[in-house]
Structures are given as C-alpha cells and as structure tokens.
C-alpha cells in the first residue's frame, strides 16, 4: 500500500480522481425529446382556430345587420331652408331603430329628391346610431304667373314652389309664355338675370323674352334695357352695370333705353 492509501492496483482500475483537486466528472444528461404534433392534431387545431374566426365574424355580422347597437336614433337634416327638417325626415322615410347596414341610403334619396324644392341630396350613415339627409334647395331667381298660380323659377327653369304676395328679395317677376326648362326663351332671360351683380338684379322691376333673342329688362325707374339673346352675357351684365353708375353720379343723361344686345356698342336714348 502506498502513502496515499490506495494501492498500485487501486490507481490503475481509476478508483481515483486522476484530476487536480479531485473534482468528479460531470455527468452528461440525456438530450431532450422534442415531441411532435401529428398530422391529425395539427388539423384539429386548425379546425379550432378557424371555427373560433367564424363565429366572431358571424357575431359581428349579426350585430351590423340585427343587432341592437348600431340603429338608427336620429335623422339629421342638413342645407333645409324652406324646407323643414321634419317634412324632410317624413319624406326620407327612415324608421328608427332601423340597423343601419340595412337603411337603404339610394332609395331614401330618390324619394328626398322628388320634392320639387331639391335640387339634389346626398343620404349617409353616421356611425353608430344616425342618418345624414344632405340636401342643396333651389335658389329662386324669378317668379311666373300661370292660371292664376305664382311659382318660383331657378336658374335651371325648374318651377319648383308657389308663392302669394311679395316674392323673395331679388327675384324678378318673369314674363314668358311656356316657362320652364325646356323652354329656350325662358333659358335666356333667366341667363340675364344670373349674370347681373346683387345691387343691379335688384333694380330690376321685370323681365320679358318672346324668344331666346329679343330678352328685354324694365328697371325700378321705367328705364327698358334691351338685352338681346343670351350669348356674352357677362359682358353685358359688367356693361349695364358701368352704364347705371355712371347714370347715378350725372355723368351720363338719363335716357329711356340702354341697349346692350352688342355690349361693344352700347347705345343709350
């Protein structure tokens, strides 16, 4: 036996430590194993999944289309003037408590529009709990007399509103013998009287047109302004207004007839 206390045959079978220290060797673990989803609990997670996708989607369908959140609590009525908000809304027919995904916005505006003060109108959702009716009125710009009837007539020609007593501020009574859109004469006076500025549509006292030629003006005054057909209307409009200004100061006579029909050769008498 040695001094170490393990014999020669001790030390040759490894009985001892053979490192410094005498630290043992550390013990390898055995590699985890990783485990595998087959092909069938990879389908059935799928399947999970995809069911689970489906019914939110059919929730949020049904709460779009059926459901209590998302219907209709007011109609808003936006650009009315003479009309009211509630002959609008009565007229769009847009029941509350109505889904809005169901509100049918295209046939709400065709009844709106059929009103014959609109001009045009625009039916939207206002999320989560309103409609929208958008509507743009005709705007008078003259009044004719027909069977005892007096309607307002826009600049289209469209006679959309009767009307007894004084007209609106600035619209001119209107003398043509078939008024309406179709009609050339009344197209022409009415172009005369959309290109006059405010201040010189309001001296205005009538307008006449036998034909789309021969549109004649009458002022406040008595004065006749011979307008012509409805081409360079602007020009004439910008020529008449000089024309009454400089009536105005005194530096031009006063005269019975301005005629602008050529407005690069005004002529006054």
Do not use: N
Request: overall charge neutral.
């Amino acid at each position: 036996m040695s001094r170490s206390g393990l014999t020669t045959s001790d030390r040759a079978r490894g009985g001892g430590s053979s490192r410094a220290g005498g630290e043992p060797r550390p013990r390898r673990r055995p590699a985890a194993t990783a485990r595998r989803s087959g092909p069938a609990e990879r389908r059935r997670r799928l399947l999970v999944r995809g069911g689970g996708l489906v019914a939110v989607l059919g929730l949020l369908a049904w709460l779009l289309w059926a459901g209590p959140l998302f219907t209709v609590g007011t109609v808003r009525v936006d650009g009315a003037g003479t009309l009211t908000s509630a002959e609008v809304v009565d007229v769009a027919g847009i029941a509350q408590g109505t889904p809005l995904m169901r509100v049918d916005v295209e046939a709400a505006e065709a009844r709106v529009a059929r009103l014959p003060q609109v001009a045009g109108v625009e039916v939207t959702r206002g999320w989560p709990r309103s409609v929208v009716v958008t509507v743009a009125e005709r705007v008078p710009v003259a009044v004719v007399e027909q069977d005892g009837l007096r309607s307002l007539v826009d600049a289209d020609g469209v006679l959309f509103d009767t009307v007894t007593g004084y007209p609106p501020v600035g619209v001119v009574p209107l003398d043509v013998a078939d008024p309406g859109p179709g009609d050339r004469a009344t197209r022409a006076a009415l172009a005369a009287l959309v290109a006059l500025p405010d201040d010189v549509r309001g001296a205005v006292a009538g307008a006449q047109a036998t034909t789309a030629e021969d549109v004649t003006l009458t002022l406040e005054d008595g004065t006749t302004v011979l307008w012509g057909s409805a081409e360079d209307a602007g020009t004439k409009a910008a020529a008449l207004g000089a024309l009454l200004d400089q009536l105005r100061t005194g530096a031009l006579d006063p005269a019975d007839t301005i005629d602008v029909s050529a407005p690069s050769a005004v002529v006054l008498r």
